[in-house]
């Protein structure tokens, strides 16, 4: 496929925007980048895909996310609002998790794989959990994504939290997805092993988890002192914070995706750095359960890898992306904080960092050898859009809704805001038809547990 007459930002190692530019396309990867005209000549038969002088950009990256939070939408929270962080999990993720069955998994992550395609979110790093159906419960999110098109990265997140049962139950679900992906590879799918949090696993799930993914050859995805609960917890049981602890357990690493580090202080950073090991940063999220602000800037200076995620937020990327832009403005009182190239980097550079530890070619950039996740958008700038000033143009002028076409791996998943991989309008439905069901069995849970 050739698409013809975009305006096309490559990023990547010499970013350019390529006016009235071509990309051709074979397979599931770019194979050339240039202006259309010389494209054109060069590929006189290939077919055309005109962006009629639309922005391309790569898709979006989601370096965290869980597909399965989605019915919390419009969801009543029975009781007095949560007062802390440790309260919200307790009050809503603990119970809705635990009441989801078959078809409320099946369309949870649904309805996030909609979204993430309206959006131009085409790679997402999930971190799932459904405590009463684990056994082939990322099978059911498999299915789903399968259908959907896009890029995805699963696990399931082991916690002690719901006994020993449960905790062995999240492991054999890690291993069990993960071998299955092995003897039948799928280009789009990829597995890590997901563990809850520090301060829901006991050493020994630990230990276990650790010896399990090593011989998976898989890293971890897990929540790192997102609440400084978590750090308070590790002192407590531990004489250790909660970087430190992790890494004399075998869970920091090159291949290790840790969501949050809102409390890490300098020496676990300078562990996250040492070992290579990948951050998350959700600043929609880290200020709706008002946990604090990361040290995104100290670990980004220390060397760490810190990319984007959205935490079960919409999957609009540049929504979290201008949220990061202002959050850390606001938290420092100093508008040098967190500058647009710096959340760009973020959000592209770092996240496509993070995506390479489960996809060989390159993702988040526009160049040949790199996958065709593309997608085009009716942003059309009233000023001169460079490669230097890209970040502010995209910070203060682009959003989701500007996204008209999704392509993944050259599929196209949406064209001029139809969705074509999935049924919309039916999944919604679907949703809106059992939502009622999962509330009940949510507010059961609450009212049982008071
Ligand atoms: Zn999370």
Not at 341 to 358: C, G, K, M, P
């Amino acid at each position: 496929m050739l698409i013809t007459h975009g305006r096309i930002a490559t990023f990547g190692q010499n970013p350019q925007v390529i006016e009235d530019g071509a990309i051709c396309i074979a397979g599931d990867q770019i194979i050339a980048v240039g202006p259309t005209a010389e494209l054109k000549a060069r590929y006189p038969e290939t077919e055309q895909l005109d962006a009629d002088g639309q922005l391309v950009l790569p898709g979006s990256i989601c370096a965290h996310t869980h597909f399965y939070g989605a019915f919390a939408r419009g969801l009543a929270i029975p009781g007095a609002p949560a007062r802390n962080f440790v309260e919200i999990l307790q009050k809503l993720w603990w119970r809705l998790d635990r009441a989801l069955d078959e078809e409320s998994i099946r369309l949870s992550a649904l309805v996030c794989l909609v979204d993430a395609i309206r959006n131009g979110t085409t790679t997402l790093i999930d971190h799932h959990a459904s405590p009463g159906l684990i056994d082939g419960s990322l099978d059911i999110c498999a299915e789903a994504i399968a259908h959907s098109g896009l890029r995805v990265c699963e696990c399931y997140e082991v916690t002690d939290r719901n006994g020993l049962e449960g905790a062995q139950a999240g492991i054999a679900e890690n291993t069990r997805f993960a071998r299955q992906l092995a003897a039948r590879p799928n280009p789009l799918l990829a597995a890590a092993f997901g563990l809850h949090a520090s301060f829901t696993i006991g050493p020994e799930t630990l230990e276990r988890c650790v010896a399990e993914a090593q011989s998976l050859g898989l890293g971890f995805h897990v929540h790192v002192a997102e609440d400084n609960a978590d750090e308070l917890d590790s002192e407590t049981k531990y004489g250790q914070r909660v970087g430190e602890h992790l890494s004399a357990k075998g869970v920091l690493g090159e291949k290790t995706l840790s969501a949050h580090c809102v409390h890490v202080n300098q020496h676990e950073i300078d562990l996250l750095a040492k070992t290579n090991t990948k951050v998350s940063h959700q600043p929609r999220s880290n200020m709706n359960n008002a946990v604090g602000t990361a040290p995104v800037q100290k670990m980004l200076d220390s060397g760490v890898c810190v990319g984007l995620g959205n935490d079960g937020f919409s999957n609009n990327m540049y929504s979290e992306m201008k949220a990061a832009y202002l959050a850390h403005k606001s938290a420092a009182r100093d508008p040098r904080a967190m500058p647009g190239d710096t959340v760009l980097r973020l959000a592209y550079e770092n996240n496509a960092r993070i995506a390479a530890l489960f996809w060989p070619r390159p993702l988040g950039e526009i160049a040949p050898g790199a996958y065709a996740d593309l997608v085009f958008l009716d942003y059309f700038p009233y000023t001169p859009l460079t490669a230097g000033n890209l970040p502010w143009q995209i910070i203060f002028g682009v959003d989701g809704t500007h996204v008209t076409t999704t392509m993944v791996g050259g599929r196209v998943l949406m064209r001029d805001r139809v969705v074509l991989a999935l049924d919309e309008e039916r999944i919604a439905a679907q949703a809106r038809a059992i939502a009622p069901q999962v509330w009940q069995r949510f507010e059961a849970i609450s009212l049982r547990e008071g």
